[in-house]
């Protein structure tokens, strides 16, 4: 897999994985608390943990083909998990690979 693929995965696995945690945070759990329904918790919940988990490893394969440090890979990892911060994290990861890419 190249390094244009590989941004191309991550890209949609960041942007895919932030949209499900703002589901969860904004809609389902004020849903939980406030009108005592917790099945869309359960389902937003475990459908954001699989997301979630096809973030880690899209991130982990572009930290292999861009040679990140661990802690790059990490922090950008730990980003799927906070609402609004993997979409902040894709745009810094795609304008320091494409930066990257041209030099090369």
């Known amino acids: 897999m190249s390094i244009r693929t590989a941004l191309l995965a991550y890209r949609v696995a960041a942007w895919v994985t932030g949209t499900g945690l703002l589901v ?28 979630y988990m096809a973030y880690v490893i899209c991130t982990l394969v572009l930290a292999e083909r861009c040679r990140w440090k661990p802690l790059q890979a990490v922090l950008v990892a730990l980003a799927g998990t906070i609402p609004f911060v993997s979409f902040i994290a894709e745009r810094r990861v795609t304008r320091q690979v494409r930066a990257e890419q041209s030099v090369a």
């Open 24 to 51: 969860l945070v904004l809609v389902a759990m004020p849903l939980k608390y406030f009108a005592d329904q917790g099945r869309p918790v359960a389902i937003v919940g475990m459908l954001h943990g699989f997301l």
